[in-house]
């Protein structure tokens, strides 16, 4: 019996995660900002960290496509 075919890279997936887990950051950080009383400060936060957090959580998802 022979293993299945790895399946394609599925970019709609990988751009979920990114934009999920990018979301949830922003979120997490404006309301930490609004909780401190400076929402926007917790948003640019958030929108700094969140970015490169989205990219590791594909990074690690997918490690295997890209090798």
Do not use: N, Q
Not at 22 to 46: M, Q
């Amino acid at each position: 019996m022979e293993p299945p075919a790895p399946r394609a890279f599925p970019p709609a997936e990988a751009g979920a995660l990114l934009i999920v887990t990018t979301s949830v950051v922003i979120g997490a950080a404006t309301l930490a900002g609004w909780a401190i009383g400076s929402l926007t400060s917790g948003l640019v936060t958030g929108a700094i960290v969140g970015l490169p957090v989205g990219i590791i959580a594909v990074v690690r998802r997918y490690k295997g496509y890209f090798s």
